[in-house]
Every structure is written in structure tokens, then in C-alpha cells.
Nanobody
Framework: QVQLVESGGGLVQAGGSLRLSCAASGRFFSNYGMGWFRQAPGQEREFVAAISWSNGRTYYADSVKGRFTISRDNAKKTVYLQMNSLKPEDTAVYYC????????????????WGQGTQVTVSS
């Protein structure tokens, strides 16, 4: 099992930036896909971005494309989500997750989850 710990959330004004981190430990394999999801109160958990741990291939939800960047540091076993030009609608709890079999865009495809970190964007 993989343990994931997110950090970096907080309160920011609209137009600002935050960088989230997700540190992985435990039984972890280089073919995993790593994803970021978010969940606002009363809403479904939605896909934000994902990255292949082995080759760095990335993809993004349309709502964040051009504003968010996902990256990884193999040596530190850490995945990052750089969030720029933040909007109030980006307010949510952000979760890091590991997909053991690929690079999914559905929460159902991810086996391991972190505890989440709150991001609040004020207008």
C-alpha cells in the first residue's frame, strides 16, 4: 500500500498562486499514475490532473488547463500541483491519489488516497 501526504493548501485571493505537494511512501512502483482530484462541498470528487510516474506524461481537466501544472520529483517521490490564476471556483479539498494500473481520470481508477488539503480562493 502507498501512503500519500498532501501539503501546501491555504487561503489565497483570486488571481493568486499556490503549490500543492504530495509525498509518497510505502510500497510504490514506478509504473503508477499519480493524480490530483478536488471536491467542493456538496459536489462529486472531480479529476484535476494526472502524471505518469515513469515517463512524465501529463493530462489535465479542461477547467484547469493552462493554469495548473502537475510535475514530479522521482528522487523525492513527490508530486506537485502548481496552481496559478486561481479562481473562487477552484475552492475545494484537493486530494492526491495513486493509480496502480495506468493514468486514469476517474476517481474509481485510483487505489490509494491522501487525506486532502483545503484550498480556498477568495474573490
Amino acid at each position: 500500500q502507498v501512503q500519500l501526504v498532501e501539503s501546501g493548501g491555504g487561503l489565497v485571493q483570486a488571481g493568486g498562486s499556490l503549490r500543492l505537494s504530495c509525498a509518497a511512501s510505502g510500497r510504490f512502483f514506478s509504473n503508477y499514475g499519480m493524480g490530483w482530484f478536488r471536491q467542493a462541498p456538496g459536489q462529486e470528487r472531480e479529476f484535476v490532473a494526472a502524471i505518469s510516474w515513469s515517463n512524465g506524461r501529463t493530462y489535465y481537466a479542461d477547467s484547469v488547463k493552462g493554469r495548473f501544472t502537475i510535475s514530479r520529483d522521482n528522487a523525492k517521490k513527490t508530486v506537485y500541483l502548481q496552481m496559478n490564476s486561481l479562481k473562487p471556483e477552484d475552492t475545494a479539498v484537493y486530494y492526491c491519489a495513486a493509480d496502480h494500473y495506468g493514468l486514469g481520470s476517474s476517481a474509481k481508477e485510483y487505489e490509494d488516497w491522501g487525506q486532502g488539503t483545503q484550498v480556498t480562493v477568495s474573490s
